[in-house]
């Protein structure tokens, strides 16, 4: 059957997990389905509000891959007619623990860690097992697509899995909230759901700081639960000093209790997370197509994710194996703009920056073992990247003439050819400097 067919097709785009927890649930209404609306039947109102939320789209663009015809998808629940009694027999503490919508691939034992979100993790870790007793709020920040809502999430997984009552939003969704609530003169509900849970977890809190109304109900939200102990966990691209529109005293509360930040992966902690992200949804990677990705897209995780699902999709659709020149064929509009007219200065800020060392530093003379390597590969790229000579960067450079200038690229040479991992970050460095943004 094509519905069959199309779900099957899904499973190879998403979590193994997510599969067998929601799709696998869906059961195709034949008798109500046409070639332009579909319908799938799912078991409960929790199942159906997160597959039409999160895989509608992507159902019905794999419909129109396979009939020309993208049809609208309906997700309605089944036995509507069935008696409530059965209902009502529901486990209690089932209902309490499920009070918000959670992704279940997103758990602790799936995320990487690597030097750039350790202590975030740990933090993480640490108020998971002791709710309201320390760290409360903890603060993550860092730019987007690095790992904060998988952390966030893998938080609000493990206290329900425990028997907390956990509402995890966005805060736009927040915001919707307490609009809704305002214009219905309901405002006694949203109380309920915002201030008797046991953990409250805001993704996104930068965008709070939009009107003084909703600052306000989240300080008396923030206090209450606090004053309960209930652990508060909240993310944002943004320290809490820097937040911008935000009152002086919720800033002041963000502080109260742990800030920790996440800061782009080391090309290690890249590479493990796409095979740990390949091992999970079942794909298969070669080496070189797994080192490709890591040089070349960059740090934001979320969209190297997106590419190994987008990836492994045009595979499954194509019955092609996945070679790196398959994978440069399908990749290529993700990879960003090629840079032009490079010059010294783009090299020293973005070798300083990726490698934690001042630009000053890199043409002073210093011996530190650290800055004598960044040098080098600054001098390497330098000299691949830009039309200067060799004595116009040993001019650069303050060295005594050209000679020393082959001498470092000579190292850093014997460096690629010898040490895979080094070969890559320079691959990734150069990378970086080509790219645009």
């Not at 319908?39 to 891959?65: C, G, M, Q, W």
């Not at 997106?306 to 440069?328: C, D, G, P, V």
Request: glycine share 4%; hydrophobic share 35%; charged share 25%.
């Amino acid at each position: 059957m094509l519905a069959d067919e199309v779900l099957k097709l899904l499973s190879t785009e998403i979590s193994p997990n997510e599969y067998e927890c929601y799709i696998k649930q869906l059961k195709f209404n034949e008798k109500a389905s046409n070639s332009e609306n579909i319908v799938f039947n799912a078991p409960n109102e929790l199942i159906a509000r997160f597959i039409s939320t999160r895989y509608s789209d992507k159902i019905a663009h794999i419909f129109e891959v396979k009939t020309g015809i993208k049809p609208k998808i309906n997700i309605t629940l089944q036995n509507k007619a069935k008696s409530t009694k059965q209902n009502q027999q529901v486990d209690v503490k089932q209902i309490k623990t499920q009070s918000t919508l959670l992704n279940p691939s997103y758990k602790f034992e799936n995320f990487v860690v690597g030097d750039s979100n350790q202590f975030a993790y740990l933090s993480c870790k640490a108020v998971s097992e002791r709710l309201g007793s320390v760290y409360n709020p903890l603060f993550i920040y860092g730019p987007t697509g690095l790992g904060k809502t998988h952390l966030l999430q893998s938080v609000g997984n493990f206290c329900i899995n425990n028997g907390k009552v956990v509402i995890c939003v966005t805060s736009e969704q927040f915001i919707t909230d307490f609009t809704y609530h305002i214009n219905n003169h309901s405002m006694e509900r949203f109380r309920e759901k915002y201030r008797k849970c046991d953990v409250l977890l805001i993704d996104d809190v930068q965008f709070l700081g939009k009107t003084d109304k909703i600052q306000e109900e989240f300080f008396h939200t923030f206090n209450e639960l606090h004053s309960k102990n209930g652990q508060i966990v909240m993310t944002s691209d943004k320290p809490p000093k820097m937040l911008k529109g935000f009152e002086e005293r919720l800033k002041s509360r963000f502080e109260w209790g742990l800030i920790a930040d996440i800061t782009p992966p080391e090309l290690d902690t890249k590479v493990a997370i796409i095979q740990k992200k390949c091992e999970f949804d079942k794909i298969y990677l070669n080496k070189d197509v797994i080192n490709y990705i890591a040089t070349n897209m960059g740090d934001n995780i979320r969209e190297i994710e997106s590419a190994i699902i987008n990836l492994n999709a045009y595979a499954t659709l194509m019955r092609q194996e996945i070679t790196l020149e398959f994978a440069k064929n399908v990749m290529r509009d993700q990879i960003k703009e090629k840079r032009e007219n490079i010059s010294l200065e783009n090299i020293i800020e973005i070798v300083s920056k990726e490698l934690n060392i001042k630009p000053s530093d890199i043409k002073s003379k210093s011996r530190s073992a650290n800055i004598v390597e960044a040098r080098r590969i600054a001098i390497y790229l330098v000299k691949n990247l830009t039309p200067n000579s060799m004595p116009q960067i040993a001019s650069y450079f303050g060295m005594k003439d050209h000679s020393a200038v082959s001498h470092n690229i000579k190292k850093i040479n014997e460096l690629i050819e010898n040490n895979e991992i080094f070969n890559l970050r320079v691959i990734e460095l150069k990378n970086k400097i080509l790219t645009k943004g």
